[in-house]
Each structure stands twice: as C-alpha cells, then as structure tokens.
C-alpha cells in the first residue's frame, strides 16, 4: 500500500528535531517582502520583538533584549564573553554538548574557567555547587543549561540560581531550548543574562539568537568583550542610540519572528506553548513505551522539549531503515549524541500537534512491522 507522508502546513516533512524545527505557513510568508535596515516600519518590528521578548521573560522594566546574528552559539559566546570579565573566573555546570560548548569558549576565549560535570542523565549537583562557590572566592559567574538538548534532561535552574544568589555569584543560564515553553521568570529566578534564539520554542526560523540581560549587569559590562562582533554592550548602545542594529540584521529572521511571537502569544504565551509540548511528550513517551522503547530519563528529569530513547538491541533494527522508513512516512527524527548510552532522540517541539504526534507513533509501528522487529516490553 502506498504510504501518503505526513505534512506541515507547506507540505514538508515534520521535524521532530531539537531545532531548526517546523514553523507555520504565516511564520514564513511574513518573509516574503523586502525591507531596508533603516527602514521604519522595520526598525519599529525591531523593537516590538525585542520588547516582547523581555515580556515573555518576566523582565519589564529590569532587562532588556539584545539579540546577535547567527545561530544559538553565537549568542551564547557573545553572552559568556560580555559578561565574565577579562579577569573574572566562571564555574561551568556541564552534563552535555552544550555546557562541553560553553567550556570550549571560555577557554578559546581566555576566561579563567571551572568545570563541574555530571554525567548526561544525572543533574548538576545542588550541594558541589554549593560548596565550590564556597570554597572559591575568585569564581565571579556561575553557567548553566536550562534544558540540555544532548539529553532532554530538565536542570534545576531555578535552585541552581537560589545557590548562586546566595553566594553573590552572578549566573548565565543557556536556555535555548527551554525559553518560551518552559517558565522562567526573571523576577523569580536571579540571573544576569539568558540566551536563547528564533528558531527554537519561539518557532522562528533560524538566523537570530539574543540574550536577555539584566539591565545594571549589562551597563557593568563595558569593556569585557574580547571580539567586536559578540559584544553585547556595544550591540545595545547601537539600539540605544539609533534604534539600528550596528551591522546587517537578518531583516527576514526577525520580521518572520515577530509574526512568530504573535502567534506565541496567541497560543497563550509559555503556558500555552507548553502545555502543546507536554502533550505532545506524553504521547511520544507513552506510544513509545507500548512498543518497547525505553527513555534515558525518568519522568522527573525529562523536559517535555526532547526525548532520548535507549537503541533497541533486536538484531533486526536497524536505526538507518528506521530513520528512513520514518522519513519517508513524513517524519525526521534526530540521532543521539549521547556518550553514555547509544541512542536516538525525537523532538517534541515546533509547530507539531498532538495528533500529528499520534500519527508519528502509528509511523514507527509501522516501520517496526516492516523490519520485523518486535521489542520486549518493560515489565
Ligand atoms: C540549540 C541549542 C544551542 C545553540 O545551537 P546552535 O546550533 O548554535 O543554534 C545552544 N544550547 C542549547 C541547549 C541548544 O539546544
């Protein structure tokens, strides 16, 4: 029987992957015009973006948004290397690629630097934290990964920063894959500067990443940065004074984001978004399990942003006829990048429904039946 793929509104496969991720039909016709860099009407969807991002953040008044061309990285690196000073020590909190990719910039970048790894199922632990910042006065700034995408684990962001306040660190939080799904209020949960990006659970295309500072760290920062593109100070001042970006913006990126955050607000913000997310991991998880899969994670680590599953060890799978068989059905999953464990991830967010979910589950049914393959349920 010939197999009719599932589609996205524009008729591509669905990416059920950690990002660039499925965006709506309006998300991408919002692209389909030209506009100057000093356009008005452009600079004025500028900063109705970048207000509305400090808005989702809970950062009125106390933050604001300084966004960076590029990819996620490219805010990240912008955010460690305007915020730690030339002579500050940062203490890296690592269970995954992205925290392993914080430490790689610190280092590139020159920055006295500490790591405290934790395998990549186990959070980072409340109690060495603790007791490093302790025994360390020279250790200035504290990062940590919201969501770590290597794994989908969700780490306690929150009592990591009650940790870090307590000890008058200063924290940079990664929160790309969490930001706009996951809460994270900037009144609640001390930080001096979140990064995150378009084309994540904003579901943008990709093209922008920004940090949100708060506003008195971020002026404390003249100075720090050690490149000229990444420097967050000098990117706001431009805002600041012109209302432009200092060098090409990625006009397409961000009036397609705007439309985006629209939409986001009319999902009904974080909450809304994350509730689509949840149900969404819920019936990953669940339909997953029913036919044999194991996650890596235990519920009360998972983040309903991406699931790790254990590589079925039946002599008949074959993860390149399952990928395949499941793109060729419409839906793209991800391979793991875990060390701990040889696995495969498949995302939950991006403008994907419940049901388009279910119908991912009946696809992977269906593969498995193909290949023969029946996997021993968890007892
Ligand atoms: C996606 C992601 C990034 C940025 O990755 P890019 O490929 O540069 O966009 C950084 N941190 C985390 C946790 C991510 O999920």
């Known amino acids: 029987?010939?197999?009719?793929?599932?589609?996205?509104?524009?008729?591509?496969?669905l990416l059920l992957t950690p990002g660039p991720l499925t965006t709506s039909r309006t998300v991408k016709q919002a692209m389909v015009h030209d506009w100057g860099s000093r356009d008005a009407t452009f600079l004025k969807i500028n900063r109705a973006v970048l207000d509305r991002i400090v808005e989702i953040a809970g950062g009125v008044g106390t933050h604001v948004t300084v966004p960076m061309q590029g990819s996620g990285t490219f805010a990240v690196e912008a955010m460690l290397t305007t915020f730690v000073p030339r002579d500050g020590k940062i203490l890296l909190l690592v269970n995954g690629a992205y925290g392993q990719r914080a430490t790689k910039i610190c280092a590139v970048a020159g920055?006295?630097?500490?790591?405290?790894?934790?395998?990549?199922?186990?959070?980072?632990?409340?109690a060495k934290l603790e007791e490093t910042l302790a025994a360390d006065p020279s250790i200035t700034h504290v990062f940590?990964?919201?969501?770590?995408?290597?794994?989908?684990?969700?780490?306690?962001?929150?009592?990591?920063?009650?940790?870090?306040?307590?000890?008058?660190?200063?924290?940079?939080?990664?929160?790309?894959?969490?930001?706009?799904?996951?809460?994270?209020?900037?009144?609640?949960?001390?930080?001096?500067?979140?990064?995150?990006?378009s084309n994540k659970c904003l579901e943008g295309v990709p093209g922008m990443g920004f940090v949100v500072c708060r506003l008195d760290a971020l002026k404390a920062a003249k100075g720090n940065a050690t490149t000229v593109v990444l420097d967050l100070h000098e990117q706001w001042q431009a805002f600041e004074r012109t209302g432009q970006w200092r060098f090409t913006p990625p006009i397409h990126v961000i009036v397609s984001l705007h439309q985006a955050i629209e939409e986001h607000r009319a999902e009904g913000g974080v909450k809304g978004r994350g509730a689509r997310y949840a149900a969404n991991c819920k019936?990953?998880?669940?339909?997953?399990?029913?036919?044999?899969?194991?996650?890596?994670?235990?519920?009360?680590?998972?983040?309903?942003?991406?699931?790790?599953?254990?590589m079925p060890t039946h002599a008949a799978f074959k993860f390149q006829a399952f990928y395949d068989g499941l793109k060729d059905r419409g839906y793209v999953i991800y391979p793991g990048?875990?060390?701990?464990?040889?696995?495969?991830?498949?995302?939950?967010?991006?403008?994907?429904?419940?049901e388009q979910m279910k119908g991912a589950i009946a696809a992977v049914a269906e593969v498995l039946a193909d290949m023969g393959v029946t996997l021993k349920k968890a007892a």
Request: glycine share 8%; with cysteine.
């Open 1 to 13: 029987m010939p197999i009719t793929p599932a589609v996205s509104e524009t008729g591509d496969p």
């Open 111 to 126: 920055r006295a630097h500490q790591v405290l790894e934790t395998p990549e199922d186990t959070p980072p632990s409340l």
């Open 144 to 197: 940590a990964v919201h969501c770590e995408t290597t794994s989908g684990i969700l780490n306690p962001i929150r009592q990591i920063a009650g940790v870090v306040a307590t000890h008058g660190r200063r924290l940079l939080v990664d929160s790309m894959s969490a930001f706009g799904a996951l809460e994270i209020d900037a009144g609640a949960v001390p930080y001096d500067a979140l990064a995150a990006s």
């Open 337 to 354: 990048k875990l060390t701990v464990a040889d696995s495969f991830r498949i995302g939950c967010i991006g403008r994907i429904t419940p």
């Open 283 to 310: 019936i990953l998880i669940d339909g997953m399990a029913k036919l044999g899969f194991r996650p890596l994670l235990p519920a009360d680590l998972q983040a309903p942003i991406i699931v790790t599953f254990h």
